[in-house]
């Protein structure tokens, strides 16, 4: 479905001292098949524009299209809509209310699905609380408040992919969970999408999220978007993200700090191409041949001059980062990029930290 | 549909009337209530609308915004004054208009449901110059101050005015939550709108419970940070915001006493609500 919004304009508690206007002309097209970002700070509009796409909040200006559905016509059927736009609230695990988490799986079925069967609904909320990634049978008759925080927002999340929406939007979907559930929650997304799921929006704060899952994105500020592309567009931006108020992926951090020292790097801002880009420049200074073990001896050695330092760290991390076999290394690689980007941290403490990463790739095995 | 009780009544603006210390807005609209029920003819009501809108003029609150708290109980004022039109009777004789069996509406009939929506009116509209000026922290400050005395037989004022602060605080978080839930179970096709009243009320549980759930944990995090800061109840705390008798307040005192002395002083002079039909009868009836 693809969805479009022209000159779309919201303002909240009209006419009355208290009046915002949370819209202020949003000119927007998702295409069917993207995984789309949406950015921006606090107020800047973009709950309210998602909010919009499956009609919780009713357009009041301008236009708005998803997929055959005219939002603005007030005859359209929003529940039909709701079906095929799913939407997961930000902290989703503060909507579950049912005796069982079965029941509260269910709860968006038998909604929207009024004319399956019992057989047939248990065998979609069985698919549905699978692809989360929890044990069906373990999990169906546990009260959903006695599960732990994970396994919460997993049951909320199957609550609303239990209808196999066309769209499914989520309002920072990651919020509040630990490196590695961060992780499988978007190799989540990644497996549902291209399926069932054709499009994909999430709202983030986390610009490394968005640079490496998302095919484009959105920039909100003040009610409008300012800056729409793929990722390596929008952060190649830098300095009118800065003036926003918003930050550049950690990536483009490096790649920064680097461009200070001269050595320029066109990275689409993914941690692979970045580590890519770099391995390849290194080696084209370098000639090739030279081992990982040799690399990490130079990094102790360019520890003196600033200059080398950084590249040099870097490229012990992306070859870290190579040999976990690029699982969960984009967290091991972020954090050793921070290592490096302080140029005066010794590189030992680098080193145990890329160990701590190898360590924790470990366990997510 | 909940975005208007969010805020609560408060109207934010730099006014006379905002200005004003709460005991005295309470005092004085304490007298107020006492004045329009005192009130027993024309006069008095009228002298109570002048203050009315006086109070209105001062408090820079556009009349339409006051005018919508009566939207609210606009059905009890209609149900009561059609009521008393009907079925009217007091001992003395009534000067009957119209009847139709047992139905009979009479000249006092008339005048008395007037009486009776004006003074219903009034009451509504002067309560809500002063929520709509007063903040309701201000509010339960000031009614804790009021109660001061009450603390020689032990009553519990200030714990009394923290739970009503408390209360306050949390109903537009409460209500953002509920927003927030509402939003959550549309989006899974939950339907509030349709359907009888068992089906509607059954609709509310999913709604409810998490935010039941949530309430409760909101509950023990404040109770947390309480203890964090030391919280032991009243003794030997101080105010932050310290309440302060000024000009305006003693302006306000005197005008409600003037207003109350003025009442009692029309009722004697022109006797009660009837007296104006007796003088028309009088002047215009005769014979």
Not at chain 2, 195 to 221: H, N, Y
Not at chain 2, 246 to 258: E, I
Request: hydrophobic letters at 45%; charged letters at 25%; proline letters at 3%.
């Amino acid at each position: 479905m693809r969805i479009v919004a022209q000159g779309l304009t919201y303002t909240y508690n009209p006419k009355s001292p208290f009046a915002s206007q949370a819209l202020k002309g949003v000119d927007l097209s998702i295409e069917e098949g993207e995984f789309f970002g949406i950015i921006g700070h606090t107020g800047s509009g973009k709950s309210t524009f998602v909010q919009h796409l499956n009609a919780l909040i009713r357009c009041t200006g301008g236009k708005l299209q998803v997929g055959e559905f005219d939002l603005t016509d007030k005859k359209c059927d929003f529940l039909r809509l709701r079906s095929k736009v799913g939407m997961v609230f930000q902290y989703p695990e503060y909507q579950l209310f049912a005796e069982t988490a079965e029941k509260d799986v269910e709860f968006g079925l038998k909604n929207f699905c009024k004319e399956m069967d019992e057989a047939q609904r248990a065998q979609a909320v069985r698919e549905a609380i699978e692809t989360v990634g929890l044990d069906y049978d373990a999990i169906r008759d546990r009260s959903p408040f006695e599960l732990s925080g994970g396994q919460k927002r997993r049951v909320a999340i199957a609550g609303v992919i239990v209808t196999k929406p066309e769209v499914l939007i989520l309002d920072e979907p990651a919020a509040g969970l630990d490196p590695l559930g961060k992780k499988e929650l978007m190799d989540l997304l990644h497996s549902i999408h291209g399926g069932w799921c054709k499009t994909v929006i999430i709202v983030s704060h986390d610009m490394d999220e968005i640079a490496e899952n998302c095919t484009r994105a959105a920039v909100f500020s003040e009610g409008r978007v300012v800056l729409c592309g793929t990722p390596a567009e929008i952060f190649s931006r830098d300095e009118k993200l800065f003036s926003l108020g918003l930050d550049v992926p950690t990536t483009a951090h490096c790649a920064l700090l680097l461009r200070k020292h001269g050595i320029r790097i066109d990275t689409d801002f993914t941690c692979d191409d970045f580590a890519q880009k770099v391995l390849s420049l290194w080696q084209a200074e370098r000639g090739e041949g030279q081992g990982s073990a040799a690399v990490k001896e130079n990094s102790a050695a360019a520890k003196d001059s600033e200059e080398d330092s950084s590249p040099v760290a870097v490229k012990e991390n992306s070859a870290a980062a190579k040999d976990s076999e690029g699982d969960s290394s984009p967290a091991a690689t972020q954090e050793n990029f921070d290592a490096a980007k302080d140029s005066e941290g010794d590189s030992s403490a680098a080193e145990t930290k890329s160990a701590d990463g190898q360590g924790g790739d470990g366990d997510a095995e | 549909m909940l975005n208007d009780v969010t805020f609560g009544q408060y109207y934010p603006a730099k006014s006379f009337v905002h200005n004003m210390d709460p005991r005295a807005k309470i005092l004085f609209v304490i007298a107020y209530i006492v004045a329009v029920f005192l009130a027993d003819n024309f006069f008095g009501l009228a002298a109570v609308t002048v203050f009315l809108l006086l109070g209105v003029f001062f408090s820079r609150v556009p009349f339409g915004r006051v005018l919508r708290s009566v939207k609210m109980i606009l059905f009890l004022i209609i149900f009561t004054a059609i009521l008393n039109l009907f079925f009217y009777s007091s001992g003395a004789e009534l000067h009957i208009l119209w009847q139709w069996k047992f139905i009979t509406i009479s000249w006092e009939a008339i005048i008395n449901m007037v009486f009776l929506a004006m003074r219903l009116f009034l009451l509504v509209m002067g309560t809500s110059v002063l929520t709509l000026t007063t903040t309701p922290v201000a509010l339960t400050d000031g009614i804790e101050s009021l109660l001061t005395p009450l603390k020689w037989i032990r009553f519990p004022v200030h714990e009394l005015a923290l739970i009503m602060s408390i209360a306050l605080r949390f109903i537009p978080t409460l209500m953002d939550e509920t927003n927030r839930i509402i939003s959550a179970q549309k989006a899974r096709g939950a339907d509030f709108e349709t359907g009888g009243l068992i089906r509607r009320a059954k609709a509310m549980i999913p709604v409810l419970v998490p935010l039941l759930v949530s309430a409760f944990r909101r509950a023990e995090d404040l109770g947390d940070a309480m203890d964090a800061r030391c919280y032991s109840g009243a003794k030997g705390r101080t105010k932050y915001k310290k309440l302060t008798f000024t000009w305006r307040d003693l302006v306000g005192l005197l005008l409600s006493a003037a207003l109350i002395t003025g009442i009692v002083f029309l009722n004697l002079y022109f006797g009660g609500k009837f007296a104006v039909f007796d003088w028309i009868a009088g002047n215009f009836f005769v014979g």
